[in-house]
């Protein structure tokens, strides 16, 4: 079994233990097994790629951090959270842009509007948002609908084997936000947590894979 092989079969099991250490709240496990995944992800980016892009760890790196902040269950380590996480979802949407060289800006704008629209009404029926966290989901709404944009207008115009990879990402992402939004203002549901980890590890999966596919596209 080569390396690559190995680390998916760890990360597999890694990330099915932590998606059952967030269902049961099993606090030890959850803070070793959930950083762990990201680890796993730069471990198998490190031993899958030929150009071993910085923007792939920084992107990574960031959203190790974002997830360790989001454990323990205060205000300040998710306020920090969030603001690391507008970060992180900057170079996200950067990097995608980069490698993907887009030029034409009109269709991503014209497909962000439905993820647009369907955030902010959710968002905007809500009062229980502080003045702080209020702008800071502001931002984020706006990053999670562009980044919907870039993934719909591409599958759309592109559909090819890195457009898919891409669009299971974005949407994983974008279902991923909609749980943790739901769970936090308005319906705390036990099953909601693991379903977020399991969408999480999926997404940063298969974006990791849009990368590998991009990059061998660029090589060839």
């Known amino acids: 079994m080569n390396k ?100 034409d800006f009109i269709p991503i704008l014209l497909a962000s509007v439905p993820f647009l629209l369907v955030f902010f009404y959710i ?26 944009g870039i993934a719909l207008s591409n599958y759309v115009m592109n559909d090819n084997n890195r457009s898919s990879w891409l669009m299971i990402c974005v949407l994983s992402f974008v279902t991923l936000h909609f749980i943790i939004f739901i769970e936090k203002f308005y319906i705390q549901l036990q099953i909601f947590r693991p379903i977020a980890m399991t969408l999480n590890t999926f997404a940063y999966f298969a974006f990791y894979k849009f990368i590998l596919v991009i990059e061998k596209s660029t090589t060839n």
């Not at 730069?42 to 190790?64: H, M, P, Q, R, V």
């Not at 968002?123 to 919907?148: A, C, P, R």
Request: glycine content about 2%; charged content about 15%.
């Open 4 to 103: 690559v092989k190995l680390l998916m079969f760890i990360l597999f099991v890694v990330a099915l233990t932590e998606i059952v250490a967030e269902y049961f709240r099993l606090m030890p496990l959850i803070y070793v097994f959930k950083p762990s995944i990201s680890i796993i992800l730069i471990l198998l980016y490190w031993f899958s790629s030929e150009k071993k892009d910085a923007l792939f760890f920084l992107t990574i790196g960031t959203s190790l951090l974002t997830n360790v902040l989001f454990i323990p269950n205060d205000l300040y380590y998710i306020f920090i959270g969030l603001v690391v996480f507008i970060f992180h979802r900057f170079i996200n949407i950067f990097y995608i842009l980069k490698v993907m060289k887009i030029k």
């Open 123 to 148: 968002f905007l029926d809500t009062d229980l948002l502080t003045k702080e966290v209020y702008y800071i989901m502001i931002i984020h709404n706006i990053l999670i609908s562009l980044l919907g």
